[in-house]
């Protein structure tokens, strides 16, 4: 296929610059000849004049810039013989238009050496950005469309990576745009250049001139802005446009330096993962769209409606599946799983193994998770099979396995806050805390760059006080204390909506290092929420706090928790059928994991200890994930639960697990606290087996810990007394 600059039919890109001359007249001004002989040179040797969409394609323009370019390359040179040329014979409009496609393409095959987009020094898995298509046909189906199909056919290449739209949101959101902003050349040209790895912009336009429809697409080099390569497709009615965009792009590709033997494979494949409708592609970017915002209900109806528009449309098919999976429809998404299995047979390998994969998410994650490594071996920096495998090795209870994939997706979305502190998160649990500091590093950047909104702000106030934990695991209190003054010193100047989450990190550290009254001096300044401040009560067993601010929490399954804990098992029992506790349970990561917490304690509570105990194994299992509080809660609660039943062994097996991750590792408030209380009773249980070895140890490491702690903290007051060689008692 031929390159040209730009389509015969289409206005020159932005980075053009000169005066536009407005018809031959003018054109054949600037070379001083008459209008007969630059009409010739537009017929013969591509002129580079341009026309407005009329039907007679008579009203043309051109670029004094792009004149002087033409004439610099021309061969022969211009001679003055040429004004003597005779006028041509005059041609009917139907031979004018194919002499019009013929010197197009002869201008794209002349042009095509001078074209090569060598200066985008794209390599193979570099990042392209598609903008947003200029829709010029006044067809609204054709509105988000186009490069939404372009996206998806590129994103089959092994060398080109498609920037996902995930990555291109949390662009704006530091631009501070909202996420449906339309992202054109200027748009697109910004987030290349803030997100610092998108070595090419594509853009482009769609045109109709009667039912024949130009589509075009054109390679910009983000840092400079200048258009360095262009190519067009034509089709022939709104069916064919599909068609023409598979092959544009193909062309694409081959522009951004992939080679032929390669693009070949796809178009083996024809039909792909499209479709022929390009409603029932609208239809279908649209749904997308709403997903990404978790508006799985809305698109799910623009599902249903792409499928009666092409009953044939995988990606469809598994789309509605995925949405109604979300709602809680399994049951309907099930057979729509199946017909994209089916209907994916034909489609390219990153489509079809994705398809697989989500079909046996259903039925076994480790085939799922087999699907999903393939697709990732194939497709190095495929986000979603990055995302998802992530996701599937956490369900199956292999955390080690997930955490590279967890930090894949990071480095993929480079600029979003959660997946950085996920990435950090896992590194400090279950890798080299050390690999940890660059992802934290990023999250700090991402914090001082835009707000971080109420529900964030609890998370960047955890990155924000990292360093001071850090500083005291290591033994350094003074520079941790330094580090939490200078934090605490700032809290009342920041915005309102992060305070008390500052608020909530400071005194939780103050709490984990035994600084109880510095602790209480900022809990109380807290608005809320009422649950928070219950557990931090909790964590200093201080019963009356608990019960204080646990009546006021919203009812949930962790209100529950911490009332049955209180003593409150009656309310505790109403909070856990509460309709809005079911609501508010919402955990797609550790789902079930709360309520069935609540009903362990719950259990435990009322003495019905064997009913306890296969509650509070699962959810023990489960929030081993992500060590909060709750985890350590959980396992003290089992190893109780052991321990009533005259299973010392177990009970302390489940302490020593809870162990291994240490007050460096574990995420989020005051859990170091309650790591360190279950840290006694471990050492307690080591005494009663005659293991004072081990006892001793622990007894060292909480007294390193504690080393500047009140006096009269609790947890170092049963230190003493268990080092005296009394057993820890609760206050």
Sequence with gaps: MARTPAPATSEPQESRTGKRLESWKEIAAYF??????????????????????????????????????????????LEKSETAEPQPRRLGWPVRVV?????????????????????????????????????????????????????????????????????????????KKPPNTIVDQSIGREICLRDGEIRALITGRVEKLDNTYVLSASLVNPETGVTVASFSEQAVGQRETVSAIQRLSDRV?????????????????????????????????????????????????????????????????????????????????????????????????AERLFILASYYHLRDHRQAAQTLELLLRLYPDHYWAASNLAVTYHSLGQPQ???????????????????????????????????????????????????????????????????????????????????????AGQIDSTAEENRNALRWEVGSFYLNVGRERAARQFFQAMTGPPDYLALAGLGLDDQPTVRKYVQFAPASHRAAILMARAGLLAEAEKAIADPDTVRRAYAPFL?????????????????????????????????????????????????????????????????????????????WGPAPLFWMKNELRRAELYRRLGRETDRQRVHAELARLLTHADPDFPILQQLRRSQAGGAPVSR
Excluded: C
């Excluded at 959660?418 to 940890?436: I, P």
């Design 32 to 77: 001083k000849r008459d209008v007969r002989t630059v009409k010739r040179w537009e017929k013969d040797e591509g002129l580079p004049v341009h026309r407005h969409l009329h039907k007679t394609l008579a009203s043309v323009y051109a670029y004094e810039a792009e004149l002087e370019e033409w004439s610099k390359n021309r061969q022969p040179r």
């Design 99 to 175: 002499a019009a496609a013929v010197v197009v393409m002869v201008a794209a095959a002349a042009a095509y050496w001078l074209m090569r987009p060598s200066a985008l020094a794209f390599q193979q898995r570099d990042w392209a950005l598609i903008a947003q298509f200029e829709n010029r046909t006044g067809e609204a189906v054709f509105d988000g469309t186009v490069e939404y199909a372009l996206e998806r056919e590129i994103s089959n290449s092994r060398f080109v990576n498609v920037v996902p739209r995930e990555r291109i949101g949390d662009s704006l959101r530091l631009m």
């Design 253 to 349: 590709r081959e522009g951004l330096g992939e080679q032929l033997p390669s693009i070949g494979k796809g178009v083996e494949k024809l039909e792909r993962v499209s479709t022929p409708s390009l409603r029932a592609l609208q239809l279908y970017s649209h749904a997308d769209g709403l997903i990404r915002m978790h508006q799985s209900d809305q698109a799910v109806e623009l599902l249903r409606e792409a499928l009666q528009e092409d009953p044939q449309f995988a990606s469809a098919h598994v789309l509605l599946a995925h949405s109604l999976s979300n709602i809680g429809r399994r049951e309907e998404a099930g057979p729509h799983y199946q017909r994209a299995v089916e209907l994916s047979k034909n489609s390219t390998d």
């Design 401 to 487: 396995r997930a955490l590279p994939y967890i930090v894949r997706r990071a480095d993929l979305r480079s600029h979003n806050f959660d997946h950085q502190l996920r990435a950090a998160h896992a590194l400090l649990v279950w890798g080299d805390s050390r690999k940890a500091e660059p992802y934290l590093e990023r999250a700090r950047r991402i914090i001082a760059a835009e707000e971080a909104g109420p529900f964030r702000a609890w998370r960047a106030a955890w990155v924000t006080l990292y360093p001071a934990q850090a500083a005291w695991i290591k033994g350094d209190l003074g520079g941790a204390l330094a580090e939490v003054a200078e934090v």
């Design 591 to 667: 789902p079930g994991v709360w309520d069935t917490l609540a009903r362990g304690e719950l259990a435990l509570a009322r003495g019905r200890t064997a009913d306890a105990i296969p509650l509070l194994e699962g959810v023990v299992r489960k929030l081993r994930l992500w060590p909060t509080p709750y985890f350590f809660l959980g396992s003290e609660a089992l190893a109780r639960a052991w321990e009533q039943q005259g299973d010392v062994a177990k009970s302390l097996a489940v302490l020593e697990d809870a162990s291994e991750y240490g007050p460096a590792a574990v995420f």
